[in-house]
């Protein structure tokens, strides 16, 4: 039989972990090709490669062409590939799993169609926001109160330490510079937090629409994740961003977004999160024994999965 043609896969036991990533690349205005294993972006100071296998999420910003053997390699290698605006407000794809195993997508389903249990993994969330208090009684409303307290003071609180002028958060998707500079800053950080929560949320296997506090929207559950981390996050950068009058707001608040995350603590974080949320009784590793194995079973109503590509002819 002849070889299927093209570039072979990347081999799933050979790409680096979610956790051990770089967070996020932002390209814009140059050519996006494939040379080997790696990423390639050519513009008229030269070609800069950089290691798909090792890429969170690539960011594709204005004036970028990407080649169909770029794409295929970012897919491969699990990496996110992020179409993005001039200002970064939209999404458009992603790569495959870093994993062939199910588990823990089966496990979000559960959880998110249970009433009970999407409750509780929603106080768990909020829970993070609010060490050393007990939110175990507390309905959504309440909770939805208390994080609209919290983040409020947040605002206040960092307006009050950079002197920025602060009222609320505004801002038009259609329009980005029709905001004041820290609504700009704060959609530019939030857009680049999303990219890279997404990347881990595919990477592991997870449904990003399937939100536990968000509903209704294809990036549900990666709106949920990214609450979590705002606050030291994006707000700080934002206000520091506007508090210094910067020229290019979006450029200089995507490096200062990526300089937050590139000592690699925050993904190793982000995913530990998204295990202790969806399996906190269980110690799963990122690729568990059964990660690399590419079965497929058959689902039996008596609770039970049989073996795939067999025959059970009566």
Request: include cysteine.
């Amino acid at each position: 039989m002849p070889e299927i043609p093209g570039a072979k896969p990347v081999p799933l036991p050979q790409l680096t972990r979610a956790a051990d990533r770089l967070t996020f690349v932002y390209l814009e205005h140059c050519v996006v090709h494939r040379d080997a294993n790696a990423i390639t972006a050519r513009d008229a100071r030269g070609t800069v490669h950089i290691p798909a296998a090792t890429l969170g999420a690539l960011l594709l910003g204005p004036g970028t062409s990407v080649s169909q053997q770029a794409m295929v390699l970012l897919a491969e290698s699990g990496s996110t590939a992020v179409w993005v605006g001039e200002h970064g407000v939209r999404y458009y794809a992603h790569g495959r799993t870093l994993t062939q195993s199910s588990r823990l997508l089966e496990r979000q389903a559960e959880l998110v169609t249970n009433r009970n249990s999407r409750l509780r993994v929603a106080r768990q969330m909020y829970a993070m926001r609010f060490p050393g208090e007990d939110v175990s009684g507390l309905t959504m409303q309440q909770l939805r109160g208390r994080e609209g307290a919290r983040v409020r003071r947040l605002y206040r609180s960092h307006a009050e330490r950079t002197g920025v002028e602060w009222d609320r958060r505004d801002y038009d998707t259609t329009d980005f510079e029709g905001g004041s500079p820290v609504n700009q800053a704060l959609s530019a950080a939030n857009t680049s937090l999303y990219g890279v929560v997404h990347a881990v949320i595919v990477a592991l296997g997870c449904a990003p629409g399937l939100g536990f506090v968000h509903t209704g929207h294809i990036r549900s559950f990666v709106y949920d994740i990214a609450d979590l981390y705002k606050a030291d996050i994006t707000l700080p950068i934002a206000f520091d961003i506007a508090a210094r009058g910067a020229s290019d707001i979006g450029a200089e608040t995507r490096r200062a977004v990526r300089d937050a995350m590139k000592d690699g603590k925050f993904l190793e974080t982000c995913v530990r999160d998204i295990q202790t949320l969806l399996t906190p009784d269980e110690d799963i590793e990122e690729y568990g024994p059964e990660s690399f194995e590419d079965v497929v079973m058959l689902w039996d109503y008596n609770g039970r999965n049989v073996a795939g590509g067999v025959s059970y002819e009566e």
